[in-house]
């Protein structure tokens, strides 16, 4: 009985892998519609329907997915190409602001909403492109300190610049997203909701069909060794800078949805904690594999917003006093808790909590390597 | 310094089988840095179509220095490149691929996270999308054993698995110039016939070859040429039977007392 609802199972298991595997920008849009609906639905079920009403879960939903942008995008730079870039959160800022100078009472504009997103994708694809090019040819370690220090300077020129940044208090009154016969509004989460589900479905399947191209492959190759990639006719240069603005751009889509739907930037928004979330998410979720990056941003960004929140709450709420516990403000504790799960991640489970096949084949093909060696060698001296 | 020919006469490998005597490689006096260190001093060399020719030398004589030199890695600060009748002394190693140089880089470096369909595709970056298929098959009909392996991935290949691989891969770009960097390193002696028995096949085939190798012997055996390389100079050349009768050569080189 049991081997055959084993064997059924497996059975369409098969089929649906199968039909992932021949149809996938179409199962990333089923998957992404079937999420769509389901995550409503879950906000009303116990236990979640205590934390809150559905309406802030939608609405958190809707800010988890511009995470979930800026996770896919980072993912292109570090998953892919092997980039280590510590200051992604600029390039969110610069798509932000970008935004809010294209559509607020600060400027005195109001281009179109879907104009403004392609536009802060490309203000910030070109700042990654002038960040990049003078950098790129510098290896890891040191591409990792001049992006963590473009990202400390980024904030701080859009905090000085009061004359045209209105300093720390930012610019205010962005507008909201107009899309014909849909009213947003910031009471309604819905119509916010339902554009993050579409944007995110749309740079999901654009960057799938990415990685699986020619492109994909090489930043593959270059992860992997720079110098044999060179000396295969690839021009690591431009495939590294194009990882870089690709990166960079989907920063900006997000941070240009970020500002609409917000209504507001200021450089508090942008600061280096941001870029190690969205790494932790990116290493957290699973390297290379975008289903595991978007979900593993989509659970972090869930468990700081509201998670630990109620854990504040829960501890407020108990008649009694619990020692250390009713006294500690969770939400101050998420890089603690963030760094904790990056440690035992690294130590129980590298290849992150989703990681794509190929991944996990890479850090397990060690041991495979050892022990196919070593028996290897036992036969020669056998003969 | 100036090289010492061994053949009176014209050096070159007139009346060498296999070679047509058209230059299609040539180093002019070509000095190659690492930063402050000099490691190319002047090399002089000169491969023409269809030849194997086989660098020889001690550790650190420089023979890798002039293939990373010859494939654009590395640019000469002074002397020429010529390649093909073009001075490719400036040129970028990726853009070198495209003009006929292929490259098995020393150690293999093989892209061990790919299967070994992705690095043979790989090799194929600068081909046109529709003929990859075409060339793989190629490729594994010259390395059987690579064909065995198709799904599995680079890194779980065994050493001479990755050389072959390394050198497909190479292959993939149809090259007319394929610079192959120590392919018998680390390698079991029988694998190390297999590889020299696929190089000579691939020559065979009208690819000219330059080959750096330890393994004087082994490389003068199926060379047409060589060129005996010391900290930067090349020091001696000639048709590699007469290389291989050389005294100086068999005391430095083939292990003979």
Redesign the interface.
């Given at each position: 009985m049991t081997g055959r609802v084993k064997g059924r199972t497996s059975l369409s298991r098969a089929t649906l892998r199968e039909f992932v595997d021949v149809h996938r920008s179409t199962s990333i849009l089923l998957g992404m519609a079937l999420v769509g609906v389901l995550l409503p639905l879950i906000a009303l079920v116990p236990p979640f329907n205590i934390f809150q009403n559905q309406s802030v879960w939608v609405s958190g939903f809707s800010n988890a997915g511009v995470f979930v942008l800026l996770a896919l995008g980072l993912n292109i730079v570090v998953g892919l190409a092997g980039l280590l870039d510590l200051g992604y959160a600029a390039f969110f800022a610069i798509g932000a602001y970008a935004y809010a100078y294209g559509a607020s009472p600060f400027s005195g504009q109001h281009f179109p909403f879907i104009v403004l997103l392609v536009v802060g994708a490309l203000v910030a694809a070109t700042f990654g492109v002038l960040l990049g090019a003078p950098t790129l040819r510098l290896r890891g370690d040191y591409l990792a300190i001049v992006t963590l220090g473009f990202g400390e300077i980024v904030p701080i020129v859009f905090l000085n610049a009061d004359k045209y940044t209105n300093g720390t208090n930012g610019i205010g009154g962005v507008y909201k997203p107009d899309i014909p016969f849909v009213e947003f509004t910031l009471l309604n989460p819905w119509p916010f909701y339902v554009l993050m589900l579409v944007l995110v479905t749309i740079v999901m399947i654009l960057i799938y069909r990415l990685t699986e191209s020619r492109i994909g492959r090489a930043w593959m190759a270059i992860r992997e060794d720079e110098l044999a990639a060179a000396s295969n006719g690839l021009n690591t240069v431009t495939t590294k800078l194009m990882a870089f603005a690709l990166g960079a751009s989907t920063a900006g889509f997000a941070g240009a949805f970020n500002a609409s739907s917000l209504t507001s930037v200021d450089p508090g928004q942008f600061l280096s904690t941001v870029s190690f979330t969205i790494l932790a998410m990116v290493v957290l979720g699973g390297m290379g594999n975008i289903w595991g990056v978007a979900l593993g941003a989509f659970v972090i960004y869930t468990v700081q917003i509201v998670f630990l929140k109620q854990l504040n709450t829960f501890f407020e709420g108990l008649p009694f006093h619990v020692p250390v516990l009713s006294d500690v403000n969770f939400v101050q504790y998420q890089f603690l808790l963030y760094g904790l799960a990056l440690v035992l991640m690294m130590l129980f489970r590298p290849e992150g909590l989703f990681p794509s096949q190929r991944r996990k084949q890479e850090l397990h093909a060690a041991d495979a390597a050892d022990t196919e060696s070593s028996a290897k060698a036992t036969m020669e001296e056998a003969l | 310094m100036t090289a010492e020919t061994i053949t009176s006469g014209a050096p070159g490998p007139a009346g060498q089988d296999g070679a047509t005597g058209d230059v299609l490689l040539r180093l002019d006096d070509v000095h190659t840095y690492y930063g402050q260190i000099h490691a190319l001093k002047g090399v002089t060399i000169e491969v023409n179509r269809g030849e194997v020719v086989t660098l020889i030398g001690a550790n650190g004589a420089g023979k890798t220095t002039t293939l990373k030199t010859v494939?654009g890695?590395l640019h000469p600060r002074q002397g020429t490149v010529t390649f093909d009748g073009q001075d490719v002394s400036k040129t970028?190693?990726?853009n070198l691929?495209?003009a006929g140089i292929g490259?098995a880089?020393e150690g293999r470096?093989?892209?061990?996270?790919?299967t070994v369909l992705?690095n043979l595709?790989?090799?194929g970056?600068?081909r046109p999308?529709e003929e990859i298929d075409e060339d793989v098959e190629r490729i594994m009909t010259l390395f059987p054993r690579l064909k065995e392996r198709t799904y599995q991935?680079g890194?779980?290949l065994?050493g001479g698995e990755q050389q072959m691989l390394a050198i497909g891969?190479?292959m993939?770009?149809r090259p007319r110039l394929l610079l192959l960097d120590e392919p018998s390193l680390g390698l079991a002696p029988i694998l190390i016939q297999v590889v020299f028995e696929t190089i000579k096949e691939i020559n065979a085939a009208g690819t000219t070859i330059l080959l750096v190798e330890q393994n004087a012997l082994q490389a003068l055996n199926i060379a047409h040429r060589g060129y005996v390389l010391q900290t930067g100079n090349v020091v001696l050349t000639g048709d590699a039977a007469e290389l291989r009768e050389d005294e100086t050569v068999r005391k430095a080189y083939l292990g003979e007392i």
């Amino acid at each position: 009985m049991t081997g055959r609802v084993k064997g059924r199972t497996s059975l369409s298991r098969a089929t649906l892998r199968e039909f992932v595997d021949v149809h996938r920008s179409t199962s990333i849009l089923l998957g992404m519609a079937l999420v769509g609906v389901l995550l409503p639905l879950i906000a009303l079920v116990p236990p979640f329907n205590i934390f809150q009403n559905q309406s802030v879960w939608v609405s958190g939903f809707s800010n988890a997915g511009v995470f979930v942008l800026l996770a896919l995008g980072l993912n292109i730079v570090v998953g892919l190409a092997g980039l280590l870039d510590l200051g992604y959160a600029a390039f969110f800022a610069i798509g932000a602001y970008a935004y809010a100078y294209g559509a607020s009472p600060f400027s005195g504009q109001h281009f179109p909403f879907i104009v403004l997103l392609v536009v802060g994708a490309l203000v910030a694809a070109t700042f990654g492109v002038l960040l990049g090019a003078p950098t790129l040819r510098l290896r890891g370690d040191y591409l990792a300190i001049v992006t963590l220090g473009f990202g400390e300077i980024v904030p701080i020129v859009f905090l000085n610049a009061d004359k045209y940044t209105n300093g720390t208090n930012g610019i205010g009154g962005v507008y909201k997203p107009d899309i014909p016969f849909v009213e947003f509004t910031l009471l309604n989460p819905w119509p916010f909701y339902v554009l993050m589900l579409v944007l995110v479905t749309i740079v999901m399947i654009l960057i799938y069909r990415l990685t699986e191209s020619r492109i994909g492959r090489a930043w593959m190759a270059i992860r992997e060794d720079e110098l044999a990639a060179a000396s295969n006719g690839l021009n690591t240069v431009t495939t590294k800078l194009m990882a870089f603005a690709l990166g960079a751009s989907t920063a900006g889509f997000a941070g240009a949805f970020n500002a609409s739907s917000l209504t507001s930037v200021d450089p508090g928004q942008f600061l280096s904690t941001v870029s190690f979330t969205i790494l932790a998410m990116v290493v957290l979720g699973g390297m290379g594999n975008i289903w595991g990056v978007a979900l593993g941003a989509f659970v972090i960004y869930t468990v700081q917003i509201v998670f630990l929140k109620q854990l504040n709450t829960f501890f407020e709420g108990l008649p009694f006093h619990v020692p250390v516990l009713s006294d500690v403000n969770f939400v101050q504790y998420q890089f603690l808790l963030y760094g904790l799960a990056l440690v035992l991640m690294m130590l129980f489970r590298p290849e992150g909590l989703f990681p794509s096949q190929r991944r996990k084949q890479e850090l397990h093909a060690a041991d495979a390597a050892d022990t196919e060696s070593s028996a290897k060698a036992t036969m020669e001296e056998a003969l | 310094m100036t090289a010492e020919t061994i053949t009176s006469g014209a050096p070159g490998p007139a009346g060498q089988d296999g070679a047509t005597g058209d230059v299609l490689l040539r180093l002019d006096d070509v000095h190659t840095y690492y930063g402050q260190i000099h490691a190319l001093k002047g090399v002089t060399i000169e491969v023409n179509r269809g030849e194997v020719v086989t660098l020889i030398g001690a550790n650190g004589a420089g023979k890798t220095t002039t293939l990373k030199t010859v494939c654009g890695l590395l640019h000469p600060r002074q002397g020429t490149v010529t390649f093909d009748g073009q001075d490719v002394s400036k040129t970028a190693a990726h853009n070198l691929v495209k003009a006929g140089i292929g490259h098995a880089p020393e150690g293999r470096r093989i892209f061990s996270r790919l299967t070994v369909l992705e690095n043979l595709q790989m090799g194929g970056f600068t081909r046109p999308p529709e003929e990859i298929d075409e060339d793989v098959e190629r490729i594994m009909t010259l390395f059987p054993r690579l064909k065995e392996r198709t799904y599995q991935q680079g890194g779980t290949l065994s050493g001479g698995e990755q050389q072959m691989l390394a050198i497909g891969r190479a292959m993939m770009s149809r090259p007319r110039l394929l610079l192959l960097d120590e392919p018998s390193l680390g390698l079991a002696p029988i694998l190390i016939q297999v590889v020299f028995e696929t190089i000579k096949e691939i020559n065979a085939a009208g690819t000219t070859i330059l080959l750096v190798e330890q393994n004087a012997l082994q490389a003068l055996n199926i060379a047409h040429r060589g060129y005996v390389l010391q900290t930067g100079n090349v020091v001696l050349t000639g048709d590699a039977a007469e290389l291989r009768e050389d005294e100086t050569v068999r005391k430095a080189y083939l292990g003979e007392i």
